[in-house]
């Protein structure tokens, strides 16, 4: 019997790798999210409007596109894109369903890389020829993608480059000429942009934002949602914002066929967090900096052990484990050991940052310090143990 799953995309090795331990590790210091609200506190930035949607919420199925009022909302956050413009819904769900819009088998693909596993994925289980856009540590040792080998990936029947600025791992970020060489790039080979844009709203610097794809770009697909900048990643909403009406309808006949339409009280959180995003993105840029704070003095005691590599923009980094000992079985042992949950690269599937030792940390977490003080613990059992 051959193998029956041959068809479907290979597992989803960073999803599993969580599963396995994210609610049962007490120190989870890998989370890609801002410290989730509770419900109560969202519910608290309610303005008059949004109580009222909520108070009289009715549980019936809701309209398709995503909710009105939320679409505008949304519409705000970038220049030249309106309501009409914008699809909610979940955000791995967005990303798997504008690829399958978009790609045809044999079409070529370029994608950044490291990366979170459906940029790619799914584009090979498409059929598509996926060529890596990979990442590179300077001559400084700051993480980064090199306009030099972009130009060499791109083909002029490329059919789509797909990139994530700030970027998961290592919160790298193009400068804004490389964005707009980019751009040009897309535009010369009529390619789709499709731009993984979860962590924007979480620059350190505010001036380093880059435009978003659907701003700058007339076939430029922005994808992002409620789970990093926001703090809201249980409400599972997200958007696809793209000027290209010719995808608003293929999309919408994928979705009808995953899960028609959002979730009614999703939707009605999602608005009110938005409303009240000017003071939730700046707290939660306050709490990545003062864990940032907390992480370089960290590695600067241990940098025997690791090495640090500041991010320019998100919620994680990409550090490295410097003592040879291959990272996934560090982590293995760190997490059984002392409950601290580290993620390893190789659930990115990328040798080079597998052979460096790298391994993710999340800065946006109010436990981030109790979790570095219990690494700390185990790192110094281990050196008495020695
Ligand atoms: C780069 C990137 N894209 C998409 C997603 C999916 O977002 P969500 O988990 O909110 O569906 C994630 C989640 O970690 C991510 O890191």
Same mark, same amino acid.
């Given at each position: ?5 041959? %068809? ?26 801002? $410290? ?37 909302? #949304? ?5 030249? #894109? ?20 978009? *790609? ?43 306009? /030099? ?35 040009? $790039? ?43 900048? =926001?703090?809201?990643?249980? !409400? ?18 994928? %979705?009808?066929? /995953?899960? !028609? ?18 003071? *939730? !993105? /700046?707290?939660? *840029? ?29 919620? #994680? ?16 042992? =760190? #997490?059984?050991? /002392? ?21 993710? !940390?999340?800065?946006?977490? =109010? ?6 003080? %219990?690494?700390?613990?185990? *790192? ?7």
């Amino acid at each position: 019997m051959g193998d029956q799953s041959k %068809h479907l995309p290979e597992e989803f090795k960073l999803e599993r790798f969580l599963a396995r331990y994210e609610f049962t590790a007490p120190y989870t210091l890998c989370c890609s999210d801002s $410290q989730p609200l509770s419900q109560s506190e969202v519910l608290a930035l309610a303005d008059d409007e949004c109580r009222r949607k909520w108070d009289q919420l009715s549980l019936a199925y809701t309209e398709p596109e995503g909710l009105p009022e939320l679409r505008e909302e #949304v519409a705000k956050l970038y220049n030249g #894109v309106s309501a009409k413009d914008v699809l909610i819904m979940g955000p791995q769900e967005a990303l798997s369903i504008a690829m399958l819009a978009m *790609l045809r088998p044999g079409d070529h693909v370029v994608v950044t890389f490291p990366g979170y596993q459906s940029l790619y994925q799914i584009a090979h289980t498409i059929g598509a020829e996926v060529s890596f856009w990979h990442m590179r540590a300077d001559e400084e040792g700051r993480l980064v993608f090199q306009m /030099s080998e972009l130009r060499k990936l791109v083909r002029p029947t490329t059919r789509a480059v797909v990139v994530n600025f700030p970027h998961n791992p290592s919160g790298a970020l193009l400068s804004l000429a490389d964005w707009e060489t980019l751009v040009e $790039q897309c535009r010369a080979a009529g390619a789709y942009l499709f731009s993984d844009e979860m962590y924007r709203m979480l620059e350190r610097d505010p001036g380093a934002r880059l435009p978003a794809a659907a701003e700058c770009y007339e076939r430029g697909v922005s994808l992002c949602g409620m789970s990093k900048a =926001l703090g809201m990643p249980g !409400i599972r909403i997200g958007w696809l914002a793209t000027r290209d009406a010719s995808l608003h309808p293929l999309i919408q006949r994928l %979705h009808d066929y /995953s899960t !028609i339409c959002n979730s009614a009280p999703s939707e009605v959180l999602a608005l009110i967090g938005l409303r009240a995003r000017d003071w *939730l !993105i /700046s707290a939660n *840029l306050d709490l990545i900096e003062a864990n940032l704070g907390a992480a370089r003095a960290f590695f600067a005691r241990h940098s025997d052990t690791f090495e640090w590599y500041e991010p320019a923009a998100g919620s #994680v980094a990409f550090p490295r484990l410097r003592t040879g000992e291959p990272v996934d079985e560090f982590c293995e042992r =760190l #997490v059984q050991k /002392s409950g601290v949950l580290l993620l390893p690269a190789t659930v990115y599937e990328h040798a080079p940052s597998v052979a460096e030792g790298r391994f993710r !940390i999340g800065l946006g977490r =109010l436990n981030f310090k109790e979790c570095l003080k %219990h690494l700390e613990d185990f *790192l110094q059992k281990e050196k008495e143990s020695a």
